[in-house]
């Protein structure tokens, strides 16, 4: 099959006027864009218009300083990849300039990538996030919205991404000050994901994101202490990927937009473990970290399988794995 006979393209919100057309479905997750969050590290020869979407850290109403060292583990996540780890940890704190900067400094320079980027936002009450999306009206530089809903609601404490309301008043706000394509990245630490994923796209989500990383740590025996500077932090990598896996197979029997599944996805194996399970697309995170090429790689990858499987669509891929209940 010819190069140009196969389609990867894919829309992420088919039901928005603006859409959202990936030329392909690799994208780089939120934090995990070169090793600050925001690019650091790549090269020229690293073509960010060949990917789908490239997601920098999410901001903040203000800026935010992160949380004490070590932010780490292991240390090094190439060398947790080159060691065949399943753990990998973070507790960077959300560390970042703040929308005002990241709208004034950095989207003028998103603009110069060719690529498609996506804002990530993250607010601590709903009337903050509608006043963040509201600041973004008119300004250039990215063309969709992810909310990262992994984050306290500071009135009761309680995480967005934990309450189907909570997580549903945060999408109607920022829904209400933006027609641009509209992700909202849940949390995988729930009892159940579909009231919480049908209650944003009721509240206006053009795609749900699936998912942040789980709530994790671990204890140096020798030292008798906990190993992170903030104590806890956030599982990813090849330890998250069975879990988002599940939750993106069970979110997508529930609601009727597209699903981007992301999670220990380091190869196009894994990749294409998610589209099966009916992810239109997938983010790229920890893979990043342990390799800048990695996004690249699993592309070329996924081509080579749609290519050798002579299937012509990667659309036709989508859920194809999804086991219909036998009707009764
Ligand atoms: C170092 C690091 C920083 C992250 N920062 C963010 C962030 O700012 N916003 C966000 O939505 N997710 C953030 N994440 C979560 C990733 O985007 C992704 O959802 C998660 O790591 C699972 O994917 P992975 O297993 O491929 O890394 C971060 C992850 C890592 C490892």
């Known amino acids: 099959m010819s190069d140009e006979g196969v389609n990867l393209a894919v829309d992420l919100a088919p039901q928005n006027p603006h859409h959202l057309r990936l030329s392909n479905p690799i994208m780089i997750a ?62 960077i704190g959300l560390a970042n300039p703040g929308i005002e900067a990241a709208l004034t400094d950095l989207a003028p320079q998103w603009a110069n990538w060719g690529a498609t980027v996506v804002l990530s936002l993250s607010a601590e009450s709903v009337v903050q996030f509608g006043e963040m999306a509201a600041m973004t009206q008119g300004v250039g530089g990215f063309q969709a919205i992810e909310l990262n809903l992994s984050c306290p609601n500071v009135d009761d404490g309680a995480l967005f991404g934990h309450d189907a309301k909570l997580a549903a008043a945060a999408t109607a706000a920022v829904r209400a000050n933006t027609t641009l394509p509209l992700l909202v990245k849940l949390a995988p630490n729930v009892p159940d994901i579909t009231p919480i994923a049908k209650a944003v796209v009721a509240a206006g989500a053009d795609a749900l994101t699936i998912s942040n990383t789980l709530p994790a740590m671990t204890i140096d025996v020798e030292q008798r202490k906990p190993v992170l500077g903030g104590i806890t932090g956030g599982l990813s990598g090849p330890g998250l990927r069975a879990v988002a896996l599940a939750l993106v197979y069970r979110a997508v029997q529930a609601v009727d937009v597209p699903v981007i599944g992301v999670g220990g996805i380091f190869t196009a194996n894994d990749a294409l473990e998610f589209i099966l399970a009916g992810a239109t697309a997938v983010q790229i995170g ?43």
């Open 30 to 91: 939120s934090g995990t864009f070169g090793y600050d969050g925001y690019g650091r590290g790549l090269t020229p020869e690293m073509r960010l218009s060949q990917l789908g979407a490239v997601i920098p850290k999410t901001v903040t109403r203000l800026s935010r300083e992160g949380n004490p060292e070590p932010r780490w583990y292991p240390k090094s996540f190439r060398e947790a990849r080159e060691a065949g780890a399943c753990i990998y940890l973070n507790s």
């Open 286 to 328: 920890s893979a990043n970290l342990a390799d800048l090429w990695a996004p690249f790689n699993i592309l070329e990858e996924l081509r080579a399988y749609l290519e050798e499987h002579s299937i012509p669509d990667i659309n036709q891929l989508v859920g194809a794995a999804q086991i219909k209940a036998p009707v009764s």
